[in-house]
């Protein structure tokens, strides 16, 4: 009944930016009692774990290889979730899926398995 639509993926340059987004939507659902978070996968390895935000906003996490590239933000009165990307590196290439939980904190969500909501993803490229 929550949907999740990703936007933003594209074709960009080495040490480029690109700032993905993700809209929320979905009978009695409250946008602000969900953990966001974004995950990514590339071709040939398991989806792993690159931000979350907890549902103030106040919090953050990111897997260690983003770190200072990479900034979750999120804008309850819009439903939505950001994912703004620099310095990128082919490294950075895969599929980004965004995802919502009503139980995770953000100390957790890395290692969480299962998630009440995925969108379809969408595609980004870092050339050489």
């Known amino acids: 009944q929550v949907q999740l639509v990703e936007s933003g993926g594209g074709l960009v340059q080495a040490g480029g930016s690109l700032r993905l987004s993700c809209a929320a939507s979905?009978?009695?659902?409250?946008?602000?009692?969900?953990?966001m978070g974004w995950f990514r996968q590339a071709p040939g390895k398991e989806r792993e774990f690159v931000a979350a935000?907890?549902?103030?906003?106040?919090?953050?996490d990111y897997t260690d290889s983003v770190k200072g590239r990479f900034t979750i933000s999120r804008d309850n009165a819009k439903n939505t979730v950001y994912l703004q990307m620099s310095s990128l590196k082919p490294e950075d290439t895969a599929v980004y899926y965004c995802?919502?939980?009503?139980?995770?904190?953000?100390?957790?969500?890395?290692?969480?398995?299962?998630?009440?909501?995925w969108g379809q993803g969408t595609q980004v490229t870092v050339s050489s």
């Open positions: 979905g009978r009695t659902f409250t946008f602000s009692n969900y953990l």
């Open positions: 995802a919502g939980d009503r139980a995770s904190l953000v100390a957790t969500m890395k290692r969480a398995h299962v998630l009440d909501y």
């Open positions: 935000i907890s549902r103030s906003g106040g919090l953050t």
